[in-house]
């Protein structure tokens, strides 16, 4: 089209000079003793025109001429950035393929090429973590480092990444603590933050950090279950030595965590050994009035103290529901065993062993069997135990 344009100009260009040309008899006149030259008007403005476009063009060739150097140069140079900028895409493609020694070679020539330096040594740096080459990824960190700080956020989460996954939860910590000390909490370094105080067993954190990963909708209701359960259970666990400490922790919590079976039976116990048996019991039966619960039967079973024979009632009246469990009949024949009721501990036993006969049961047996002083059972249901065990 452009063409076309051009042609038709210069056709109507030359229909024009052609009538003007008719009409006109003007000339021009050029003397130069002894010369004459007499030209028309109409060839003298063409051949002016021509001389001007000649004299145009060879100024523009000599410029071009002199400026080639810098024109070479120039397109040299887009042509590293081209080349680098590809080489940098390979490398992002290659480490999410999983091809880790051709991601970090081709995020090398990336980083010497100059495109996008500090993100080009932080994918170098990832994948020769992947590698297992730490001597280079700390080497990457570094020149990532010293490319300036556009990528201050991603280089220190990356640095928080590999330090998780190397289990150095507390250089992980610190690195995160500080990038939230010096910006936004994102979710994703939130959820970071709660690995590596999870790896560094700070549980008060981790309890928090659940709270507003769960209030942001950021963590799924079995991760956060079980990061709840296990930093509540860690916490009770650590208050042995502080009985009234423990209740007080206990009384706080939401009906929903006391009822928690690892909860509670981490409450219960911190409670028996610290002497609260009511406590203890009191835990128990409530977590079991909301969950059935082997692990706490068997707690129930064998937790000390002055109201065996209430606990007796209390489990005599859950064989009402549960008639045919073996760990329920297990936990009533330990009670019987430490209420001193060897007959009722003993049936209570061996119902437990026609249900299951698990090794927990016959050493419960043996041991009541010779207590008894019947030696011949006692060893029988020994030997049985270290089967089952087999």
Not at 48 to 62: D, I, N
Not at 211 to 238: C, F
Not at 331 to 360: I, P
Request: aromatic letters at 8%; one cysteine or more.
């Amino acid at each position: 089209m452009r063409a076309l344009f051009w042609l038709l100009a210069v056709f109507a260009s030359a229909v024009a000079l052609a009538i003007i040309g008719r009409g006109n008899d003007g000339y021009a006149l050029f003397v130069y003793p002894p010369w004459r030259v007499e030209l028309s008007l109409i060839f003298f403005f063409v051949l002016f025109a021509a001389s001007f476009g000649v004299v145009y063009l060879l100024a523009r060739l000599v410029h071009h001429t002199l400026e080639l150097p810098a024109h070479v140069r120039a397109y040299r140079e887009r042509q590293r950035i081209e080349k680098a900028r590809d080489s940098l895409l390979a490398s992002a493609q290659a480490y999410l393929e999983g091809r880790f020694a051709r991601a970090e070679t081709d995020a090398r020539q990336a980083y010497e090429g100059g495109e996008s330096r500090a993100l080009a040594a932080l994918i170098a740096a990832r994948a020769a973590h992947q590698l297992r080459a730490l001597d280079r990824r700390d080497t990457w960190l570094e020149r990532a480092s010293d490319s300036g700080d556009p990528l201050h956020v991603a280089r220190l989460v990356t640095r928080a990444e590999l330090l998780l996954e190397d289990r150095d939860y507390m250089g992980a910590r610190a690195v995160l603590r500080d990038l939230h000390g010096s910006g936004p909490k994102h979710i994703a370094t939130l959820r970071l933050l709660l690995r590596a105080e999870y790896g560094a067993r700070n549980w008060e954190e981790v309890l928090r950090l659940t709270g507003v990963l769960s209030k942001r909708d950021a963590i799924s209701p079995a991760l956060q279950n079980e990061y709840k359960t296990q930093a509540l259970a860690e916490l009770l666990g650590a208050l042995a030595d502080d009985p009234a400490g423990l209740e007080a922790r206990w009384r706080r919590l939401p009906s929903r965590d006391q009822a928690a079976p690892r909860i509670a039976a981490a409450a219960a116990r911190q409670a028996a050994g610290a002497g609260r048996y009511a406590l203890a019991r009191e835990i128990i039966e409530k977590a079991l009035a909301q969950e059935w619960n082997p692990t706490l039967l068997d707690l129930y079973g064998v937790t000390a103290g002055d109201d065996v024979r209430p606990r007796i009632e209390k489990a005599e009246r859950w064989l009402l529901d549960h008639a045919g469990d073996s760990r329920l009949l297990l936990a009533l024949g330990r009670l019987c065993v430490q209420a001193e009721l060897w007959g009722k501990a003993q049936n209570y036993l061996e119902a437990s062993l026609s249900f299951d006969a698990g090794r927990e049961t016959h050493l419960a047996l043996a041991r009541l069997f010779e207590r008894l002083g019947k030696v011949p059972e006692a060893t029988r249901h020994f030997r049985q135990a270290a089967e089952a065990a087999a």
